[in-house]
């Protein structure tokens, strides 16, 4: 039997082993998913023993996901975003991925949203944020980055390419825009707040939120009022269990099964 886990703090309820564990019943991989939360202090006696035990492969969740960079081989993209959530533990030591990246743009994909030649505007430009620039950037969108803090959405924009970055000020590029991602914790939690004045919102637009707690967001609401194409976090959070699960086992992930596990449980919330 294989070990896969998610190491975090706090990472009481996370959705991650009811998806993966649906995954491995679905397709007969013998396999157990567990959750790991050791003290801030302790994450890199945390990978190398995981290591040294033969756990198969982690995810990271908050607040990881930068300092595992250092502990792991972290692939390219990976290693541009500066931030690692799955860790394979193969035979030359443990491999960093980024998969938060492909879900966004598979997020997008399934809704029928075409990326290449897009123009997309990114709120947030902390982990979530990165991800999402990256991602969207490399599948050929051009991308605008728009955050609290300007400083770090016009850092950001200079290491992603093509990108524009500025502050909440410059989301009127919304109204040229085909794509926006929230990736600013706004409506989290908060069902009537949103990053982005409902005003901006138009019916060429394909909006997603990577916020799934609650599933429907304010910004998610308008977005559907005002005609866009609307995706909720909970398919990015799929999508990048998807890849997770793809990397770890080489085998093509049962989405739906995984789909079904991940909304069932945000239901019960
Ligand atoms: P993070 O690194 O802490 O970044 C938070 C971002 O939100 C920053 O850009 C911050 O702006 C912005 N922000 C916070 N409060 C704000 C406010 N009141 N007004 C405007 N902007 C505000 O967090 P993260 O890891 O990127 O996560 C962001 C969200 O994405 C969270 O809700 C998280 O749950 C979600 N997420 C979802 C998935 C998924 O699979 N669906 C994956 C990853 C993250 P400043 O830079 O100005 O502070």
Same mark, same amino acid.
């Given at each position: 039997m294989q070990v896969y886990g998610l190491v975090g703090n706090p990472v009481g309820h996370s959705l991650s082993p009811p998806m993966h564990e649906a #995954?491995?019943?679905a397709t007969g991989v013998d396999a157990r998913y567990? *959750?790991?939360e050791p003290e801030l202090s302790a994450i890199e006696a945390a990978i190398t023993g995981a290591d040294a035990l033969g756990i198969a492969g982690l995810n990271v969740t908050i607040p990881f996901k930068q300092d595992v960079l250092e502990l792991v081989d972290p692939?390219?993209?990976a290693e541009r975003i500066g931030a690692v959530n799955t860790i394979d533990f193969g035979p030359d030591g443990p491999v960093g991925y980024n998969t938060d990246a492909a879900g966004v743009t598979r997020a997008l994909e399934r809704h029928g949203v075409e990326l290449d030649g897009s123009a997309a505007v990114v709120v947030g430009a902390g982990g979530a944020g990165r991800a999402a620039a990256f991602a969207l950037a490399d #599948?050929? +969108?051009s991308v605008h980055i728009a955050n609290r803090t300007? @400083?770090? @959405?016009?850092?950001? @924009?200079s290491a992603v390419p093509g990108a524009t970055g500025g502050g909440l000020d410059t989301l009127d590029r919304i109204h040229d825009a085909d794509i926006l991602v929230n990736a600013t914790s706004v409506g989290m939690e908060a069902p009537d707040e949103t990053p982005v004045p #409902? +005003?901006?919102?138009?019916a060429d637009l394909a909006v997603l939120d990577a916020v799934y *707690?609650?599933?429907? *967001?304010r910004l998610l609401r308008e977005a559907a009022d005002a005609g866009a194409v609307t995706v909720d976090g909970?398919?990015?959070l799929l999508l990048q269990g998807v890849e997770a699960f793809e990397v770890w086992t080489g085998l093509d992930a049962p989405v739906e099964a995984m789909n079904t596990a991940l909304r069932s449980h945000l239901s019960d919330d």
């Open positions: #995954a491995y019943e567990v *959750t790991f692939d390219p993209l #599948a050929g +969108s300007p @400083a770090k @959405a016009e850092e950001l @924009a #409902a +005003s901006y919102l138009h *707690t609650p599933i429907e *967001t909970a398919w990015m």
